[in-house]
């Protein structure tokens, strides 16, 4: 419902289908206040190495199993200068995303 806030924070695995880290290497934060039942106005941090990925008040569009494409348009550290998407895909039929980080630097 409009107004709603959502807020999720995850341990994330970095790597690929075919590799991954073995442990945790990767954390996220998410904070969103609905602003339709279809859309939400969103924040969000992806720390990797000690560097971030943000959305800052980012609109996203809300599928049936969760968020669908966030737009990021700041990062510190190594992710300084880059833009980009990040998708998630829920995996099976667990509590388990993947996400898609596809970047772009200027």
Same mark, same amino acid.
Do not use: E
């Given at each position: @419902? ?30 969103? /206040?609905? #602003? ?26 809300? #599928? ?20 980009? @998407?990040? #998708?998630?895909?829920? /995996? ?7 996400? #898609? ?6």
């Amino acid at each position: @419902m409009a107004g709603d806030h959502v807020d999720g924070t995850d341990l994330l695995y970095v790597g690929n289908h075919t590799h991954h880290a073995s442990s945790y290497s990767a954390s996220d934060h998410i904070a969103c /206040v609905l #602003t339709s039942s279809t859309a939400a106005t969103c924040n969000a941090q992806i720390a990797i190495g000690g560097s971030l990925l943000l959305a800052n008040d980012v609109t996203v569009n809300l #599928t049936p199993t969760g968020l669908g494409a966030v737009q990021l348009n700041a990062g510190t550290g190594r992710y300084k200068t880059a833009t980009g @998407m990040v #998708t998630t895909t829920p /995996v099976g039929n667990s509590n388990n995303s993947d996400f #898609t980080i596809t970047l772009t630097t200027t």
